[in-house]
């Protein structure tokens, strides 16, 4: 036995700069990833995706392939097991098919999986996948998305289609100054370092699952769902994630390596390549978006419209709500919204980071942007006019709305004052100089989560939670809130994650991970504060404690609660050779209450990168002929790079809500919300040109020119 600590005036470890708490094991290797864990007597499957982009498939010659050397088995339509599909997922949304692998003979679109071949060693099982010939009916496909689709229609998704009040023909007709323009952004893709892995074993008819994944509940119960299994029979653990950015959920390759587990009685995994991922593991939609916008001699909104199109697969609804944004951003006496999709012959796209505001936040504030110049007012001045007293959609009242904070405090650190508003008139040498804003919003949501807070014999105390770490410092900031609820150092505070049997959770996305998994962690550790006796005796098997927020979650008043911030960029460009070149990006942020300064810095940094890099580099481009994509590589699809990026300065001002239990705002997204929109804005400073197709390529700089084209 130990004796039980006594607690301090005033905990100190939240708000304070913390590396991780897992930095060293990363740096080292020892840091295990999805594809890291050994099991003995493991073969190795590797998926075989359609080259046609529509039809049904006819025949797989797979004698040949099982005759060659380390070859187990393929798997396919025809002797898959049947899974259940027909269920309302965790999330609230039916799973998409394209993880209920091999279920029938038709192919939807290129990159479908259509067999996953299994050896004794990963180049066995390349080898043979490459070597399988597969024959296809193939039908005409139709890749095309366009503005003027007549088979279009409004969806919901994960909120409303439509929203609409007011006149909005009379508000535009009596408005002083009239906006409207389209904005199109491309098809995009997460580019995570460590691509999808998953290993499956069955032991006693229970599943274990290793993978990669940023929604440990999630797969658990999607697996349990598909595979008709009693919850408890399933197990997921994934110790590391390099990565997900919205795309790491329920994939092929995890219900592939359940499949061929079962079927040969061994363990398998499944890797994917690189090219194999712009095909399955989803994607950003391109959009095609109108805004419409109607103003006062002011600037004051009378009339805003914001209409979002996006494609989806022929087999599953996603809907990319760009439209959503204007639902918190500005109010107007007539306001309209709507998220439309289209069905095409493509993979079915997923979430983003930031899906729908970073899109959305794209149109909008450029379009904003526009009508500031209209109007004669500056970009600033006129979103602060605009700013709503509540949600302009919902009615609620906002849970602190700090995004005036924001710009002003933005403004005077970039210096905005000394702008000259007049485009075109800057230079440094061949370089034309801009500025430019836009603001950022993003949802602070909750989910419910349980955790166990342990006070073990020997004065530590253990966190078994089961959250993601997708690389944004979970760890360390759940370590934090924990050693401040139990008043003891952090190094006193262990935390356990990633694994299913630990208890459900909410998931690494929709910037909800610290907040939901926090609150869990902190009311475990309160608790078990109340039954230590300070001075007392803690027993050999230690005391633990469980929680479950679902219950105060639903008691939480009904507000718009979100992350607020301002982004500001300079750019230089050259009208000769197109180039456009970031000098300085500034981003101000209301965040709610900042657990590790030093991870929320490295979050926010990565938004405005990322910002960069959908501004000016990422565009996925499909071949209408064969239904893929050009360059589905690291080498064909362009990221931002360290040349790229120039001096990026991030900060926040104070934003803390009395009635909020929790205080904690999500940060992984509202980084890269407005900050393509910001560079666009800027873009046109420089030059006097507006560009509203992303990416704003060389070619596209030279075909508009500026004041010496």
Request: proline content about 7%; glycine content about 12%; hydrophobic content about 40%.
């Amino acid at each position: 036995m130990t004796v039980a600590p006594q607690r301090p005036a005033a905990p100190g470890a939240v708000g304070t700069a913390h590396t991780r708490v897992e930095g060293r094991d990363k740096v080292t290797g020892a840091a295990r990833y999805g594809g890291d864990i050994p099991f003995d007597g493991l073969a190795h499957g590797v998926l075989v995706l359609s080259t046609a982009a529509r039809g049904r498939i006819l025949s797989l010659r797979t004698g040949p392939v099982l005759g060659m050397p380390g070859v187990l088995t393929v798997l396919h339509h025809g002797n898959a097991s049947r899974l259940a599909t027909d269920y309302v997922g965790m999330l609230g949304v039916p799973p998409d098919p394209t993880a209920a692998v091999f279920q029938h003979d038709r192919v939807p679109h290129a990159g479908w999986p259509v067999a996953l071949v299994v050896a004794e060693t990963p180049e066995q099982a390349r080898a043979a996948a490459d070597a399988l010939t597969v024959t296809y009916d193939v039908e005409p496909h139709d890749v095309a998305l366009s503005a003027d689709r007549p088979d279009a229609y409004p969806a919901e998704g994960h909120m409303p289609g439509t929203t609409e009040k007011g006149d909005l023909e009379a508000e535009l007709a009596a408005s002083a100054h009239v906006l409207d323009e389209e904005y199109t952004t491309p098809e995009e893709h997460h580019a995570m370092m460590e691509p999808h892995v998953a290993t499956a074993r069955w032991d006693g008819g229970r599943l274990d699952l290793v993978d990669s994944n940023q929604g440990i509940t999630w797969v658990a119960d999607e697996l349990a769902r598909m595979f008709s299994l009693d919850p408890a029979a399933v197990r997921v653990r994934s110790e590391h994630v390099g990565g997900g950015f919205g795309s790491k959920g329920v994939r092929a390759p995890q219900v592939a390596a359940a499949m061929a587990a079962a079927a040969l009685g061994r363990p398998v995994r499944v890797a994917l390549t690189r090219r194999q991922m712009f095909s399955v593991t989803g994607y950003r939609s391109p959009t095609v978006q109108r805004v419409r916008l109607g103003a006062g001699p002011d600037g004051r909104l009378r009339a805003l419209e914001h209409v979002s199109l996006n494609q989806t697969s022929t087999v599953y609804e996603f809907v990319e709500p760009g439209a959503g944004v204007a639902r918190t951003m500005y109010d107007a006496t007539a306001h309209r919204t709507e998220n439309r999709v289209v069905r095409l012959d493509v993979p079915s796209p997923t979430w983003m980071r930031a899906p729908g505001e970073a899109p959305g936040s794209f149109a909008l504030e450029c379009a904003l942007d526009e009508l500031a110049e209209k109007c004669g007012v500056d970009p600033i001045e006129l979103r602060l006019r605009n700013e709503p007293e509540s949600g302009p959609v919902s009615g609620l009242p906002f849970a602190g709305r700090n995004l005036a904070a924001c710009f002003r405090e933005g403004a005077r650190r970039f210096g905005w004052d000394a702008r000259d508003p007049r485009p075109g008139v800057r230079r440094d040498g061949r370089w034309l100089l801009g500025t430019g804003t836009a603001a950022a919003s993003f949802p602070a949501g909750t989910l419910p989560s349980t955790a166990a807070v342990t006070a073990e014999a020997d004065g530590t105390f253990t966190v078994r939670i089961s959250a993601s770490d997708i690389g944004t410092g979970a760890r360390t900031a759940l370590t934090l809130i924990a050693a401040d609820a139990l008043r003891v150092p952090a190094k006193r505070v262990r935390v356990h994650l990633g694994d299913s049997d630990f208890g459900p959770s909410g998931i690494a996305a929709g910037s909800m991970g610290t907040r939901s998994w926090g609150w869990a962690v902190a009311a475990a550790a309160e608790d078990l504060c109340e039954r230590l006796v300070p001075g007392g005796t803690v027993p050999p098997e230690g005391i633990t404690v469980r929680s479950d927020t679902t219950q105060a979650i639903a008691a939480l008043a009904a507000k718009e609660r979100h992350s607020w911030g301002a982004q500001f960029a300079e750019v230089a460009v050259d009208v000769t050779t197109g180039e456009v070149r970031v000098r300085r990006m500034l981003g101000v942020f209301a965040a709610g209450r900042i657990v590790n300064p030093l991870t929320a810095r490295n979050q926010l940094v990565g938004g405005l990168t990322w910002g960069i890099s959908m501004a000016l580099h990422e565009e996925a481009v499909r071949d209408p002929a064969s239904g893929g994509l050009y360059g589905a590589d690291l080498a064909g699809y362009h990221v931002a790079t360290h040349a790229d990026v120039p001096a990026i300065e991030v900060d926040w001002v104070d934003d803390h809500d009395p009635e909020d239990p929790v205080g904690i705002k999500g940060i992984g997204e509202v980084g890269i919300v407005g900050a393509a929109a910001a560079v666009a804005n800027a873009v046109w400073h420089a030059t006097g040109v507006r560009h509203r197709s992303l990416p704003i390529r060389p070619d596209r700089v030279l075909r508009a020119g500026g004041p010496d084209a």
